[in-house]
DNA sequence: ATAGCATATATCCTAAATGCATATAAGTCA
DNA sequence: TGACTTATATGCATTTAGGATATATGCTAT
C-alpha cells in the first residue's frame, strides 16, 4: 500500500482561525506544490426519492457517456475544486434531475479503487427529498430521466444493495449504485424513528394516513394506524389547519401541517 | 482478525457487469485524461476513543508541520491513489496511532474549501473504538500522542463542535476537528440505542455495572440501573461467563462476554 | 331526502417496557 | 464473626404501544 505523506498544496485559502499565523507559516503555505502527488477525482451521487402511490420511487438518468453508457444511474457530477461537497450535491440535483430546494443530505462516501473504471473517484453519496407533486417537473434539457421503483430485498434495518424497477423490470445500475441505493434505504429507515423525515415527501398539507402510507413504503411493512396516529399526534409536531380533505368518498380527514420551528430537543 | 463493521459492503466493482465491455468503451477509457482538471486532495481522519474511569477520551497527536503547528488533532493521512477508504483510515490509525485490529467506521466527509489552509482538502472522517487496556500502547516513534477528555456543551443528540480536554484545559483543535469530534459524539449516542457498540469499549470479560458506565459516559447523562440491567439481559447478546470479579470489596458481579455471532435481526 | 358505505376519530382493554422501592445474597474487611 | 458494600431478585405503579370495538361524518346511489 503506497504511503503517501502530506502532499501538496499551493494558493493559500482562506483560512480558519489560526491558520495562517506566523511569517514561518505562511513561507511554507506559499511554498506547498500542489501536484506532487496523483489524486483521485472526487464526485457526488444524488439519490432524489419520493413516494408516490405509496411507493419508494428514485430518479434515474440515462448515461450519455462511456462508462455503463445506457445504463441507468442516479444523478453525478464531480465536485469543483472551489466548490463544497454539500453545494456541488446541490448543483448535480438541479443540472441533473431539475430540482432545488429541497431535503439533501450526505448519506456516506463509497471509494473502493476499481468502482469507476475510468480513474480513480471517490463518490461522496447523497440522498434528496420531494414529494410527487413536483414530479412533473420537465427534466432538464438533454437529460433522459425516468422514476423507478425502488425495492430491496432484505427486511428491516439489515442493508444491502437495492434494485431500481422501470416498468416493473429491474435496471442494471451503473457503478456501485445499488449500493447506494440500498444505504439510502436503510439510512432512511433508520432515522424514521427519531427525526421528522416523513414531512420532506408530502405537500404542505396532509392526513395522517398520507404520512403513515409515507412511513408504510419507506419501511417496507404495515404499520397499526391507531399507533401511529397517537405517535405523532403526541410529537408535537404536528398542527391541525382545521380543514379537512374534500371529495374523497367517504368521510374526509383532517388536513394538518409540518411545524417547521419546533425545536427537536435532545432526547 | 480486523472485526471491523463496514455498513455498505462495497467492494471494488472492477467488472461491475458491462462495466468495460465493448470495444468503444475500451477505447474512451484509454483515451480518457485523468489530469484535466485541478483535483482536491482526499485524506482521512480518524478519532480513536475508549473509556476510562467513566469518561470519553479520544487520542490526539500534535502536529509537527504547518499548518496548525503544535496544534492538538486527530490522526489523519492522505488517501492513495490505489487504496480504499477504509484501507487509508485503517492504515492512518494503524501508523500515527499504533492501533489495529479494532472497530473502525466511517462518521462523514468534510469539505469546506477553507478547511485546510494549504490547498483544496476533502477529509473522509472515522471514528475507532478500543477498551482502555490497550491504552498503554507505546506511541509509533515520531508520534507525539495524548488522551484527551471529550467534553460537549450540548445536551441529548442535539449536535455540535465538541472540546477536548488536556490535563483539564481545553485544546484548541487543528482544521475543523472540533466538529468532527462533536459529530462522533453526535453518532454514537444514536448508535447506542440499537446497536451493540458498547462492546467495543470493554475488554472480553465485563459487568452489567461497567457496560453501564461505558453507556453513561457516552450519553453524557446517568442512567436506570434496573432498567438497563433488564434492557441489557433482554436483548440476548450476552453470555453469562459463570465466572466473577475479584477482590472488589463487596458481592462481585457476575461477568459477562458479548456474544459476537448474534444476528442483529432487522427491527 | 334518505339509507348505505367507507373511512376518520374516540374509547377501552391488554401487553410490554420502564422507573422505583424493598428484600436478600455474596463477597471483603475490621 | 459481624459490619459493610454492592449485586441480584422481586414486586408494584406508571407509562407506552398494540389491538379491538364503537361511533362520527361526509359522500353516493336510490
Not at 489524486?39 to 419508494?56: G, H, I, K, N, Y
Not at 419507506?218 to 398542527?239: P, T, V
Request: glycine share 10%.
Amino acid at each position: 500500500m503506497p504511503r503517501r505523506r502530506n502532499p501538496p498544496a499551493a494558493k493559500a485559502a482562506p483560512a480558519n482561525q489560526a491558520g495562517k499565523g506566523s511569517a514561518a507559516e505562511r513561507a511554507f503555505l506559499a511554498g506547498y506544490d500542489a501536484a506532487r502527488f496523483p489524486r483521485p477525482s472526487v464526485a457526488v451521487d444524488v439519490a432524489l426519492l419520493t413516494v408516490d402511490e405509496r411507493r419508494l420511487r428514485v430518479l434515474l438518468t440515462q448515461r450519455t457517456e462511456h462508462p455503463f453508457l445506457g445504463h441507468w444511474g442516479l444523478l453525478g457530477g464531480f465536485v469543483g475544486f472551489d466548490e463544497s461537497i454539500d453545494a456541488a450535491a446541490a448543483r448535480t440535483l438541479k443540472a441533473k434531475g431539475g430540482h432545488s430546494g429541497v431535503f439533501l443530505e450526505q448519506l456516506y462516501t463509497f471509494g473502493a479503487p476499481g468502482r469507476d473504471p475510468r480513474t480513480r473517484v471517490i463518490s461522496v453519496a447523497h440522498y434528496a427529498l420531494v414529494h410527487p407533486e413536483t414530479l412533473a417537473q420537465p427534466a432538464p434539457q438533454g437529460q433522459a430521466l425516468r422514476w423507478a421503483d425502488v425495492q430491496v430485498s432484505w427486511a428491516g434495518e439489515r442493508g444491502g444493495p437495492a434494485a431500481a424497477l422501470i416498468d416493473g423490470s429491474p435496471q442494471p445500475l451503473a457503478f456501485d449504485h445499488a449500493e447506494m441505493l440500498g444505504l439510502v434505504v436503510q439510512r432512511l429507515r433508520g432515522k424514521l424513528n427519531y427525526a421528522p423525515i416523513g414531512f420532506e415527501l408530502l405537500p404542505r398539507d396532509f392526513t395522517l394516513f398520507d404520512l403513515q402510507q409515507v412511513h408504510e413504503a419507506i419501511l417496507g411493512r404495515a404499520l397499526n394506524k391507531d399507533s401511529f396516529r397517537r405517535r405523532m399526534l403526541a410529537s408535537g409536531l404536528l398542527a391541525a389547519t382545521g380543514r379537512k380533505e374534500t371529495a374523497v368518498g367517504h368521510r374526509p380527514a383532517e388536513l394538518y401541517r409540518f411545524k417547521r420551528n419546533t425545536r427537536t430537543a435532545g432526547r
